[in-house]
């Protein structure tokens, strides 16, 4: 096991909802990045937080925002939820070395979000 | 812009048989990272292995193997002797910049090795 853990495991939403989806990173982690998985396809990288700010974001629009808290774990919280919200988020925690150096990024159990 | 292809979408073999899983990679970039993962039917992704593109060395681990070729811009996987348990997703990885971009994932390969 990674040592990342992620709450709920599984989440029954409706369209228009709101939902938040927390991840613990590895202990010595100082970096948090969220990728949403469709059903069949490879993970897509949402964003990702370091040192408590935003530090990437891919192609995902506004609604998608999140959070770092001291302790490195993070939110991601999903406004207005849409069918095609529907997937596995994953949490991948790695460490961010003081030269800037990301290394190797271990994932969490994800979490399953239907909305209906 | 960088792009992964894992162009066989699901293999099937028997167990004890060997079984390669291909990764094609497209990048500009000269200094980048590749990587495996394998995700069980539980959905966490596990780390197999990240290789450094000036790092051409083939890897052996146990029944697991790497071949990196970049004159064909491809990272395989080799499995040995499979066994059951090694039933999962197997997905391939490229992170550019000397691996601080977000990783760009292939679409996966399903290996389902029977018993």
């Known amino acids: 096991e990674t040592g990342v853990t992620q709450s709920p495991t599984h989440l029954i939403k409706t369209r228009g909802q709101q939902v938040t989806l927390r991840c613990s990173s590895q202990?010595?982690?100082?970096?948090v990045s969220w990728y949403q998985q469709a059903l069949g396809q490879g993970p897509q990288f949402i964003f990702q937080y370091y040192r408590e700010e935003e530090n990437g974001r891919g192609n995902f629009p506004p609604r998608f925002s999140g959070l770092q808290f001291p302790n490195y774990s993070s939110e991601l919280n999903v406004n207005a939820l849409e069918l095609d919200d529907s997937a596995l988020y994953l949490c991948?925690?790695?460490?961010?070395?003081?030269?800037?150096?990301?290394?190797?990024?271990?994932f969490g159990p994800g979490t399953r979000l239907l909305v209906l | 812009a960088q792009k992964v292809t894992q162009a066989q979408t699901e293999i099937s073999v028997v167990e004890k048989e060997d079984v390669t899983l291909d990764c094609v990679y497209e990048t500009r970039d000269t200094t980048y990272y590749l990587f495996w993962y394998k995700q069980p039917p539980s959905g966490e992704l596990v780390f197999l292995i990240r290789?450094?593109?000036?790092?051409?060395q083939n890897e052996i681990s146990g029944r697991y193997s790497w071949n990196f070729q970049k004159s064909t811009s491809s990272f395989n996987f080799t499995i040995t002797a499979s066994q059951v348990v090694d039933s999962a997703v197997y997905f391939c990885a490229l992170s550019e910049n000397s691996g601080n971009t977000p990783l760009v994932f292939g679409k996966g390969t399903r290996l389902s090795v029977i018993a």
């Open positions: 202990s010595g982690h100082n970096t």
């Open positions: 991948a925690s790695s460490r961010t070395t003081s030269g800037g150096y990301q290394e190797t990024q271990y």
């Open positions: 290789r450094n593109s000036f790092d051409e």
